[in-house]
T-cell receptor, first 112, second 116 residues
Framework: LAKTTQPISMDSYEGQEVNITCSHNNIATNDYITWYQQFPSQGPRFIIQGYKTKVTNEVASLFIPADRKSSTLSLPRVSLSDTAVYYCLVGGGAGGGNKLTFGTGTQLKVEL | DSGVTQTPKHLITATGQRVTLRCSPRSGDLSVYWYQQSLDQGLQFLIQYYNGEERAKGNILERFSAQQFPDLHSELNLSSLELGDSALYFC???????????????FGPGTRLTVL
């Protein structure tokens, strides 16, 4: 199984850009990388997914280097409502690793 | 609201007992996943079903079992419960598992299990 690690916590201020990294040294060739946001007592909510290089949607960007052993979730101009735990998920994808491994989670705290 | 429903929301039981957690996927989704979330273990993948068949197995104990029924709802059965089984159990669903656009998982609100 891919072992995935993340920083335990990060602090930021409103309006700043936040970058959260995930290390997944044992990622399999066909594994995808997905990021989720979780608020207390709620299920994880999908943010973004990618395989390599850069992916951008309306709420975040995902950067994946060529060796794919890490990934970085970028949240532009965070607000107080972005305070949550962020998880990376490695696995899935067509023909890819069917062993899904969540990262350890990063608690993001956004202050005024 | 993700469209995935889970019942019950809370469950309190005693050690040695057996419980069943239920999940209804989003309309049109064929794949169902079960996860356990605890403070010490984080989010752990348990098992995945696709259109009634088991597709992938993660860190699921032998005391735990699951199935997906013809109407695509799924049940997770936990037996011989121990104190350490107390956790949040999440169900997620996706269209299928074959492509990034269709294997995105949508999570339900979870069932909080407390074993006393």
């Amino acid at each position: 199984l891919a072992k995935t690690t993340q920083p335990i916590s990060m602090d930021s201020y409103e309006g700043q850009e936040v970058n959260i990294t995930c290390s997944h040294n044992n990622i399999a060739t066909n594994d995808y990388i997905t990021w989720y946001q979780q608020f207390p007592s709620q299920g994880p909510r999908f943010i973004i997914q990618g395989y390599k290089t850069k992916v951008t949607n309306e709420v975040a960007s995902l950067f994946i280097p060529a060796d794919r052993k890490s990934s970085t979730l970028s949240l532009p101009r965070v607000s107080l409502s972005d305070t949550a735990v962020y998880y990376c998920l490695v696995g899935g994808g067509a023909g890819g690793g069917n062993k899904l491994t969540f990262g350890t989670g990063t608690q993001l705290k956004v202050e005024l | 609201d993700s469209g995935v429903t889970q019942t019950p929301k809370h469950l309190i039981t005693a050690t040695g007992q057996r419980v069943t957690l239920r999940c209804s996927p989003r309309s049109g989704d064929l794949s169902v996943y079960w996860y356990q979330q605890s403070l010490d273990q984080g989010l752990q993948f348990l098992i995945q079903y696709y259109n009634g068949e088991e597709r992938a197995k993660g860190n699921i104990l032998e005391r735990f079992s699951a199935q997906q029924f013809p109407d695509l709802h799924s049940e997770l059965n936990l037996s011989s419960l121990e104190l350490g089984d107390s956790a949040l159990y999440f169900c997620a669903s996706s269209v299928d598992w074959t492509a990034p656009s269709t294997d995105t998982q949508y999570f339900g609100p979870g069932t909080r299990l407390t074993v006393l």
